[in-house]
Each structure stands twice: as structure tokens, then as C-alpha cells.
């Protein structure tokens, strides 16, 4: 009757044994998986967000080509306005000049 009793008892022992140890198992598994959602969740948040800096990079470097050929075009129509308001004027401001020269010296 001892024997019985022992014997069941171990019998018991070992199949609490493999419970816990498919429980420590179910667990590490479990912790493996949540780990690894964390990082699929990690990624994707770092790939909206390098989609969406690249997006704003590409609006931003489309803004400023065109900013820059407006200022381009802006440039060129002063340089021509003061190069034809020179061309217009230089033999008058020349002039002007030398009679202000001389009649300084004077």
C-alpha cells in the first residue's frame, strides 16, 4: 500500500513536472512572440516614417527648384533692366561725372 502511494506520487511528481515545464515553455514562447510583434510593429512605424520624410524631402526639393528658377528669372530681368538702364545712360553719367570731377578741382 506504501508502494502504491509512493509510486503515485511520483507518478504525480512528474506530471506536475511536465506541466510546468510545458507552462515555462508556453511562456518563453509567448514572450518570444510578443517581442517579435514589437518589432514588426517597430519597423513598420520607422518605414511610415522614413516613407513619409522621403515624401516631404521630394516636395520640398520640387519647391526649391521651382523657387530657384523663379529667382533665376527674377535675376536675369534685373540684370538686363540695370544693363539697359546703363547702355541708356552711360554717356550722360559719364559726363556728369567728369563735370563733377573738374569742377571740384576747380
Do not use: P
Amino acid at each position: 500500500m506504501e508502494m502504491d502511494a509512493i509510486l503515485q506520487l511520483i507518478e504525480t511528481d512528474e506530471k506536475t513536472r511536465d506541466a510546468i515545464q510545458k507552462q515555462y515553455q508556453k511562456r518563453n514562447e509567448l514572450k518570444q512572440a510578443v517581442e517579435e510583434e514589437k518589432k514588426r510593429i517597430s519597423d513598420e512605424a520607422w518605414a511610415e516614417v522614413r516613407a513619409k520624410v522621403a515624401e516631404t524631402k521630394k516636395e520640398l526639393d520640387a519647391k526649391i527648384e521651382a523657387d530657384q528658377k523663379e529667382n533665376q528669372a527674377v535675376y536675369e530681368k534685373n540684370v538686363k533692366r540695370l544693363t539697359d538702364m546703363y547702355n541708356a545712360n552711360k554717356e550722360k553719367w559719364r559726363d556728369e561725372l567728369v563735370k563733377r570731377i573738374i569742377s571740384c578741382e576747380a
